[in-house]
Each structure stands twice: as structure tokens, then as C-alpha cells.
């Protein structure tokens, strides 16, 4: 059965918006009309099952006509009528004089005309969210809020964690052993709790270096059994990256 979960747009990453889903407290939640499929379930789509990730972006492209359709349908980007249907008019490949045509016969210089203006407006939201996040690292550091990296893809309530906060996290969910090693004793459902955990597993991996599947698993396996979802969730929140055929992996961004 299909849940229901209430997610703002405003509190999705961009990596979230790109899927039109977010992991939320276990579950995969479209961010349009709040359908969720909790992780660890399998589903029942056209054509056969599925599990919850899959479920989820199976539901986006038929509930919703894919990410892009339900995005620019949403007016969250707040782009003008026209730059909106030329952005979508280029998302199905047609040509700008195929696109003038369908604006109604307008000039192609207008839409390329159109295609400058979009380009700067994706110059100049770069440039706003790396000012905004800079900001929000500013704040957290002034409100004594622990650090995570840059590359995170999650940016709201479910990172504003103190120093004791995360330290009560750990205790309830690591063992750590004489030498300093730890190991988790159970994985929490709660977002947040995972964050800072994941934050303290990151540690484990050096920056700078380039570790391949194999080594990554090596540092995952004795923190927890399941280190497949271990590298899962790294990746999937950014604490790592992986090349697109899954060659390299390293710490961040």
C-alpha cells in the first residue's frame, strides 16, 4: 500500500527536484503529492514489482508525467510564461525554428533571444545558492551547530544538530571498542539521526584520495553488516561521490 507524506518543495535538495522524490524518515515520498514508499518494501508496478526507490520513480513519471513535467507545472522555478514553454519545447528536442513555429510563428532570433536569458537566469541561481549556503554555514557556526559538508544534499531542519545533540546520537546508536574503532548497533529511521551518524562514518575515509567499490566496502563492512545501504546513504546525501560507472569514489565533492 502506498503511504502518504507531506514534503515542501522548498526543503528538497536539488538532487531531490531532479528526481521529484525524496528520501524522508525511511520512505521515498513524491514531492508533488506526497505518495510514499518506505524503504526495505517492495512494490507492485506496471509491469511486474519493484522496490521502494524504484516504485517512487515509477510514480513520478506516471502520476506526474516525469520530474520535469510536474516541476515546471509547479511555478516553483518562477520563470515567465514564455521562457517556461520555450525550456519546455527544448527538454523535447525540437529545434528553435521548430520552437518559433510553435510560439506561434515568431522569429528564430527570439528564441535565441529566449535561450540567452535562461542560460544567465542558470548562471545567476548558481551564483544564489552558493551565496546561500554560505550563509547557512555562517549561521550554523554562530548558533554552535555542527559542521557538515558542502556537498550535502539535504539543507533544513534535519542538519541543525549541537555538538551535545549529536554527541546523545552516537552514544544511543555506536559501540566503540578499545582501540577506537566503532560499529553500529542498530540503524535509526529518523533522518536526522542518520545524518549525524553518516557525518561520523565519513570520517573513516580520507579526503583527497580516490578509493575504488572494493575499498569503500572494506571501511563500511565492520561498522555494519549491511554496508551496501551504508554506501548507499553516503552517496545519496553526499558525503561521497562515485563516477557514473562506479570506478572511483572519494569524500565530498
Not at 26 to 31: E, P, R
Not at 91 to 98: K, L, P, V
Request: proline content about 3%; aromatic content about 8%.
Amino acid at each position: 500500500m502506498i503511504g502518504m507524506s507531506a514534503i515542501r518543495l522548498d526543503d528538497a535538495s536539488i538532487d531531490d527536484l531532479v528526481r521529484g522524490y525524496a528520501l524522508s524518515d525511511g520512505s521515498y515520498a513524491c514531492l508533488y503529492c506526497g505518495a510514499s514508499f518506505e524503504d526495505g518494501r517492495v512494490f507492485q508496478i506496471e509491469g511486474g514489482l519493484a522496490v521502494a526507490r524504484r516504485a517512487a520513480e515509477d510514480h513520478v513519471a506516471r502520476a506526474h508525467d516525469g520530474p520535469f513535467a510536474a516541476l515546471t507545472g509547479s511555478g516553483a522555478a518562477g520563470l515567465p510564461e514564455a521562457q517556461e514553454r520555450v525550456l519546455r519545447l527544448q527538454y523535447e528536442g525540437r529545434t528553435d525554428a521548430q520552437i518559433a513555429a510553435d510560439l506561434g510563428g515568431k522569429a528564430v532570433s527570439t528564441v535565441r533571444n529566449h535561450r540567452l536569458v535562461l542560460r544567465r537566469r542558470e548562471s545567476e541561481a548558481r551564483a544564489y545558492l552558493a551565496l546561500a549556503r554560505l550563509l547557512e554555514h555562517r549561521r550554523e557556526a554562530r548558533a554552535g551547530l555542527i559542521a557538515y559538508p558542502a556537498g550535502l544534499t539535504v539543507a533544513d531542519e534535519r542538519t541543525r544538530v549541537t555538538p551535545d545533540e549529536a554527541a546523545a546520537i552516537e552514544s544511543k546508536y555506536l559501540r566503540t571498542g578499545r582501540d577506537g574503532a566503532f560499529s553500529l548497533a542498530s540503524w535509526p529511521r529518523k533522518q536526522k539521526e542518520k545524518l549525524v551518524l553518516l557525518l561520523r562514518i565519513s570520517s573513516l575515509f580520507e579526503p583527497g584520495r580516490l578509493y575504488s567499490e572494493r575499498e569503500v566496502n572494506a571501511v563500511l563492512m565492520p561498522v555494519w553488516s549491511d554496508y551496501v545501504e551504508l554506501r548507499r546513504y553516503l552517496i545519496e546525501y553526499g558525503f561521497l561521490t562515485r563516477k557514473p560507472d562506479g570506478s572511483e569514489y572519494r569524500l565530498g565533492s
